[in-house]
Each structure stands twice: as structure tokens, then as C-alpha cells.
């Protein structure tokens, strides 16, 4: 199970750097794999996460153009994650996660390398989050509605202002259903002082602040079961 899970892991963090280079690079429209930089067609062995940079040594086959060791570290580290959310929490669970992490992380590399998202990934993305999160929907508390209400309100007033932005107050909207409101705080505590020092120690004046929610629900799960993901008021 354990190694389905690494696998599982590497190949969707594979495919979400994948998909977020083709959301960069208007350019590619290739439905299949291709070089970064010749553009070729990848052959399947070459797709195979962490031993297609291996089996290449880090080079393109065609092209010989050195192959961004972010791939299989990145790859590894997915799977090793994965791993670890399949080792403490049950199976569904463990998969609800494998997925929102997949598709935060194409939104966190768009966001990050262009400052913006797709708008029909985000919608199309979220819709599909909900449907997944289905059981816990159904289990929200009211206290929990009242506080989705003051948290989307005050982040939607600050993105009409263009103080936040808008896929930003989308995402926490989201995470206020699927996580408990201290959870969710905290996630929210992380990203900002994540984007706080990131703005401090970089000459930006616009930083793109869905990487660092990724790395707070990335911490959170981490530390799981510091932090219940199960809301039970008082
Ligand atoms: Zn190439």
C-alpha cells in the first residue's frame, strides 16, 4: 500500500509540474509530455517519475539540454508525503488529500511563476474539491457558516479593493468547509507570515500568496493529529 502510495505520490506531483508549465507557457499546446526546451515528444520511459531523469542523466535525450533537478526532487518528495498522509489517516481521507494537494500545487506553480491562476481551473478545480469533500459538507457546523460568511466577506472587500486577490479569498472560502477553524486560522497564520518575510527579503511588490497557503495545508497535515481535521464545537 505504501509503495502505491509513493508512486501515486510522485506521478501526481510529476503531473501537476506537468500541468503548470503548460498554464506558463501559453505556447504548448501538446497534449503530450514534450522537452521543456526542444519541445520533443517524450517516449514513455522518459515519463516514468524520478528514474526518467535518472535513466536520461538529468540530460534530454534529444537535445542534451540539462533537465531541472526540481523534477525528481520534487517527484520524491510527493512521494514521500503521500506516504505519510496513507500512513496517518485512512484511506479515503489519505485520497480526498492526494487530490486537493495535486491540483493546489498546479494552482500554487501557476500562481508562482505567472501571479496569477486560470479562472477555469480555479472554479473548475474547487467544484471538483467539493464534490470530493462531499461527507465533510454535510457535517458543517453553523458556527462554521457564520465564520465562512465573516471571512469571505472581509477577504471579498479586500479583493474588490485589489488588496487580495480574488483566487486567493476563493481558496480560503474553500478551506473554511474543508478544515476546522483553528486549523484554517492557522493555515491562514503560516501563508502570512510566509508571504510577510518573502515580501521583506525581496524587491516584489506583488507576491503570489497560494504557494505559501500550500505550504500551510502542507505543515497542517504534517502535523496531524496536532491539529483534529474533525470540528466539534465547545
Ligand atoms: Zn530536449
Redesign the pocket.
Same mark, same amino acid.
Given at each position: 500500500m505504501l509503495i502505491i502510495a509513493f508512486i501515486l505520490g510522485a506521478a501526481c506531483v510529476s503531473f501537476a509540474m506537468c500541468q503548470a508549465i503548460r498554464f506558463v507557457d501559453q505556447t504548448l499546446t501538446a497534449q503530450q509530455s514534450i522537452?521543456?526546451? *526542444?519541445?520533443?515528444h517524450l517516449k514513455w520511459w522518459q515519463l516514468i517519475p524520478i528514474f526518467g531523469y535518472l535513466f536520461q542523466a538529468g540530460k *534530454?535525450?534529444?537535445?542534451?539540454?540539462p533537465i531541472s533537478i526540481a523534477y525528481p526532487i520534487g517527484e520524491f518528495l510527493g512521494g514521500i508525503f503521500f506516504v505519510h498522509l496513507f500512513l496517518f489517516f485512512s484511506v479515503w481521507p489519505a485520497i480526498q488529500f492526494c487530490l486537493l494537494l495535486t491540483w493546489l500545487l498546479i494552482l500554487a506553480l501557476e500562481d508562482f511563476f505567472t501571479k496569477t491562476v486560470s479562472l477555469k481551473f480555479l472554479l473548475g478545480g474547487g467544484s471538483g474539491v467539493l464534490l470530493i469533500f462531499i461527507d465533510r459538507i454535510f457535517k458543517i457546523h453553523l458556527i462554521q457558516i457564520e465564520l465562512w460568511i465573516i471571512i469571505c466577506g472581509s477577504l471579498a472587500i479586500l479583493s474588490l479593493n485589489n488588496y487580495f486577490g480574488w483566487a486567493d479569498t476563493c481558496l480560503i472560502g474553500l478551506f473554511s468547509i474543508l478544515f476546522t477553524p483553528v486549523t484554517l486560522a492557522i493555515i491562514i497564520l503560516i501563508a502570512s507570515c510566509g508571504a510577510f518575510f518573502a515580501l521583506k527579503f525581496s524587491n516584489q511588490t506583488i507576491l503570489p500568496f497560494i504557494p505559501w497557503l500550500l505550504i500551510g495545508v502542507i505543515i497542517i497535515l504534517s502535523l496531524n493529529p496536532l491539529f483534529p481535521l474533525q470540528f466539534s464545537p465547545f
Open positions: 522537452c521543456d526546451h *526542444c519541445h520533443q *534530454c535525450i534529444n537535445c542534451h539540454f
